[in-house]
């Protein structure tokens, strides 16, 4: 569950960050979060125990 | 023949001899032609899922949107994103459940977890119809670039008619082989010819990025943010959520979920994908380059920007580099789109619903036979449609998000979704989604009562809206109507 938490915070980041934000200063904010989006999908991988080799 | 047709053309029968010989060495049974035999590893299945990426929608409707409308167009960069976050924990138990089953189409996925036949058969015309759109916006951009980088030598309805026949003939032959095969050229290819004209566009023209941005900023202060009203900051927000939403319900996305031979590939996917979607930085400076250079294009005729400001740019043999490039994204997607719509007809809509007892290479050869059909009406809406490219695309997300309901409920431990109530769920969103589409009908128009800044919101909502509240209602009814039947145990 912390998991799915943790991947809720590129919803917010993008979806309710732009109404605040509004380079072009938007665009450089969206490409900001895909950045971190990766980085967070990263940690959820690493932490995932489903994902380890059986 | 000038030096662009002739490198077109080239690239053209190099993609065709690609996805012929994609066949070799593997017997074409019904499994292989759908889903590769399940045998696909990371690359394959990145590549498949990476498709919709580099489509001629990002190509041409990417920099044309970007020309056009400005910041609007950002919201084709953040979909994806949350469509690969989503992914992480959806793809997985599909591609179990699929595996375990034996299933083959996304049809079949709903048929055996809601127990109907008839959901299934609901399903895949909801996919049929949802997926024309993506194969005319497909044709539309194949036709827009042979006719503009052969110099009006060939015209743009001949070029829809080429493209048609060889996408076509390798779909026959080869199934989603061909179109992995040719997906990895594709990707390559335009990997380099985007990135190198979203460098070079801005450099040439303005001198740097910065310089582009603000020389765009004083000649159309506000375009590079959203605007108070119509494609808003709620139009972004609203359109981004519905896309990434319907991101996988597409028939062939989803079915690229199939051709996976393990679960943790979506997962890596999940993390890589979001960057590889960058790439689309690109296809926006372009866009936003041409804005002042090659200013006047209106409605429809914005898709031409990456075209016309390369014409301007570049020497013929160049301009044939891009057109080829752009020919690609339009042929791989395509051929998956037919594969899938082609699957549909014959095992979901055929096998399932009218001959029980056909044999998978009766099912293959009749999916085979509907290819040229599917694409024979493809054509006909391509060369009589007037929509813009991503207008096309829109259209397709509002009708496949409403599946999305249903699938998430299937996933649950206790599915509190009734097969009755997913079958009218659907059902009412779909008609919804067609009577919004045909009476092109805005939310402001159809409830002028609302606050301005929900007026903005993309009509698609509204339809999954209804769909979740006949879903809830009728679930809810079924189920009451469950519990009083007596048991037959």
């Not at chain 2, 080869?174 to 004209?197: E, P, T, Y």
Request: with cysteine; proline share 5%.
């Amino acid at each position: 569950m912390p998991l799915r938490l943790l991947a809720l915070l590129p919803f917010v980041g993008i979806l309710v960050g732009v109404a605040f934000v509004n380079m072009p200063f938007v665009l450089a904010w969206i490409v900001g979060w895909i950045i971190l989006s990766a980085v967070i999908m990263g940690i959820i991988y690493a932490l995932d125990p489903s994902n380890r080799i059986r | 023949m000038n030096s662009a047709l002739i490198i077109i053309f080239g690239i053209t029968a190099f993609a065709l001899f690609l996805g012929i010989r994609a066949r070799s060495g593997h017997d074409m049974d019904l499994e292989q032609w759908t889903v590769g035999g399940r045998s696909f590893g990371t690359i394959f299945v990145f590549l498949l899922m990476a498709g919709e990426i580099y489509t001629t929608f990002t190509f041409l409707g990417g920099s044309g949107f970007a020309y056009g409308k400005g910041a609007p167009a950002y919201y084709i960069l953040a979909y994806g994103t949350l469509a690969y976050v989503i992914s992480y924990w959806l793809l997985p138990p599909i591609w179990r459940y699929a595996k375990e089953e034996n299933l083959i189409s996304q049809p079949h996925y709903f048929a055996k977890k809601f127990d109907s036949p008839a959901l299934g058969l609901l399903v895949a015309l909801v996919g049929v119809v949802a997926l024309v759109p993506y194969l005319v916006l497909q044709f539309k951009g194949l036709g827009l670039i042979v006719s503009i980088a052969s110099y009006g030598s060939i015209s743009s309805t001949l070029a829809v008619w080429i493209g048609a026949a060889v996408v076509t003939v390798y779909v026959m032959l080869s199934g989603v082989r061909g179109a992995a095969w040719n997906a990895v050229v594709k990707d390559f290819v335009i990997l380099g010819i985007v990135v190198f004209l979203g460098i070079y566009m801005p450099m040439h023209y303005y001198g740097g990025f910065g310089a582009m941005f603000d020389a765009i900023e004083k000649a159309k202060p506000g375009f590079l943010a959203f605007p108070a009203r119509g494609s808003s900051v709620t139009w972004f927000q609203s359109t981004v959520l519905l896309t990434a939403l319907g991101f996988f319900m597409w028939p062939h996305s989803f079915g690229s979920v199939f051709t996976a031979r393990d679960e943790r590939i979506f997962r890596r996917n999940a993390i890589v994908l979001p960057l590889y979607q960058l790439i689309l930085l690109f296809v926006f400076f372009v866009g936003f380059a041409a804005t002042l250079q090659v200013p006047g294009l209106q409605g429809p005729d914005i898709d031409l920007s990456l075209l016309k400001l390369s014409i301007q740019t570049f020497d013929p043999w160049f301009v044939g580099v891009i057109g080829a490039a752009g020919v690609m994204t339009a042929l791989v997607p395509g051929s998956m789109i037919l594969t899938s719509a082609a699957t549909l007809l014959a095992n979901d809509v055929y096998r399932s619903n009218l001959k029980s007892d056909a044999s998978d290479a009766v099912v293959r050869r009749l999916a085979q036979a509907l290819v040229p059909v599917i694409a024979l009406i493809a054509v006909c809406f391509t060369l009589y449609g007037g929509s813009t490219i991503v207008a096309l695309l829109l259209m397709g997300y509002n009708f496949v998000t409403q599946l999305f309901p249903a699938v998430v409920a299937s996933l649950l431990t206790r599915n509190p979704v009734t097969k009755q109530g997913a079958f009218c769920g659907i059902l009412t969103g779909a008609i919804a989604v067609a009577a919004i589409t045909l009476t092109k009908s805005t939310l402001g128009g159809l409830f002028p009562f609302l606050p301005e800044s929900l007026q903005d919101l993309n009509v698609g909502m509204v339809a999954l809206v209804i769909n979740l509240c006949v879903t809830a209602i009728v679930s809810a009814l079924t189920q009451q109507g469950l519990a009083r039947a007596p048991s037959r145990a």
